[in-house]
């Protein structure tokens, strides 16, 4: 068995690894690295882009490095439909002659994507459920195991084979009262351990926070205390969060209704992953808010609702993270016509990801607001990820054998790797620290 570290292992983004076994390679995750690809294109919206230009700018995984492997690769088994896990598929995939596994909800944002951009991909789309199993070959099953995160049908997947079972353990919390969907599947976790686990390559990104990671609840306490605990009256509300977070995006239409307001849904992300949600049957938002999905409209809305009192509205918008050409943005900057009054809120329901754009898009975005008078209100926000405590629980959930570290730079590994040592793992034995490009035999 070799683990193929090829994206995600110096980085948060760009997710991809691959387990080789005999003549079969399995691929995890496929996705981008969403820093340069927002300073190339301004927006974290998928694009049709050659695969040459984003390679050029270290924003796909270089899977070249498994080029000798490409007619032996049975699946592409992307964990959830985060584009950091799934964004590369629609670039790289059809190199591959290849299945793409994956849940409904993950299927319906890449089939989304797909259908935008006008990008033909030649891979199958096979759905299974979460708590499901698909066999691959003679030799090889896969199995979603459900979990937790902050978007709908997250799984874990465990690759049954001939020389063990790998988890693939990549974005997860364990998260006890979710807002959608089932709770996590200890029971399955732990008999998994039982069985005898060969390989975990688990999610380090905050592995170095000594505390467990809070429900979804708790994030829509945060929100109810904002929404409905200070006074809004006469007030314009703007709340801005990742579209692919339908539970938060749930509570606000919730808090939305108690305030009597009309929720409307503008961006064309929110309107690509709520109608991906809609679809799989995790979501019924259509019903109770209106959602604008291009500019056009969306600035058409804008004046409309301009015209007849912000005030009488709750406005989700694209621009977490102040990309230039999201909603928020353009919104501020004049491109839509929108009169911001002293004291109306924005609500940034997300935490800045700790890149050097992100951090200079969101000051800028935050000092023009600030400019116009606007009351800002950040983090109303709980992390999707394990920290410490949980990942020390999945450890002996699970006992693997061995333990690789992902999905974070250096520092995020060393930490989980640390608190494997505690556990009597041993550096270079039992847990591993691989960089982009590196493999491991175990």
């Excluded at 809004?232 to 808090?255: M, N, Q």
């Amino acid at each position: 068995m070799k683990i193929h570290a090829i994206g995600g292992y110096k980085e948060i983004g760009k997710n991809m690894t691959a387990a080789e076994i005999d003549n079969e390679v399995i691929i995890f995750d496929m996705g981008i690295h969403l820093e340069p690809y927002i300073q190339y294109t301004n927006d974290e919206d998928i694009q049709k882009i050659s695969v040459d230009e984003l390679r050029k700018i270290g924003a796909v995984p270089n899977d070249l490095v498994i080029d000798h492997l490409r007619d032996k690769v049975k699946a592409i088994i992307p964990s959830h439909a985060h584009l950091d896990h799934v964004g590369a598929i629609v670039y790289l995939s059809n190199r591959y002659n290849a299945p793409i596994i994956c849940t409904p909800f993950t299927a319906e944002v890449i089939k989304a994507i797909v259908k935008d951009e006008r990008i033909n991909l030649k891979n199958d789309i096979k759905v299974i459920n979460p708590n499901s199993t698909h066999k691959i070959s003679e030799q090889t099953t896969v199995e979603f195991v459900n979990i937790t995160h902050s978007t709908p049908h997250t799984v874990m997947v465990a690759l049954h084979t001939k020389e063990g079972t790998i988890l693939y353990a990549n974005d997860f919390k364990f998260d006890n009262h979710p807002l959608i969907g089932r709770k996590p599947n200890y029971e399955r976790l732990k008999e998994l351990g039982e069985q005898g686990l060969k390989c975990l390559i688990c999610d380090s990104t905050r592995a170095d926070h000594p505390v467990k990671t809070p429900s979804e609840m708790v994030a829509k306490e945060l929100l109810r205390d904002v929404l409905l605990g200070v006074d809004s009256e006469g007030k314009a509300i703007i709340v801005t969060t990742f579209s692919s977070h339908l539970a938060r995006i749930k509570s606000i239409i919730e808090f939305g209704k108690k305030l009597q307001r009309k929720v409307v849904l503008l961006g064309r992300s929110l309107g690509k992953y709520v109608e991906a949600g809609e679809n799989a049957g995790v979501v019924n938002f259509s019903d109770e808010v209106e959602m604008v999905r291009f500019g056009k409209q969306i600035g058409k809305r804008l004046n409309e609702i301009r015209k007849e009192g912000p005030e009488n509205y709750l406005l989700v918008v694209t621009g977490h993270q102040g990309e230039p050409q999201s909603t928020l943005s353009k919104m501020v900057n004049g491109t839509f016509k929108f009169d911001f009054k002293s004291e109306d809120h924005v609500i940034f329901s997300c935490t800045i990801i700790p890149t050097e754009t992100n951090i200079e898009n969101r000051e800028r975005l935050e000092k023009e607001l600030k400019e116009k008078g606007v009351r800002v209100f950040r983090d109303i926000h709980v992390s999707g990820h394990a920290a410490k405590e949980d990942l020390r629980d999945l450890l002996n959930m699970v006992r693997p054998k061995h333990l690789i570290p992902a999905h974070g730079n250096t520092e995020m590994k060393e930490s989980l790797m640390q608190l494997a040592l505690q556990k009597g793992y041993q550096k270079g034995k039992t847990v591993h620290i691989l960089s982009d490009g590196e493999s491991l035999e175990l």
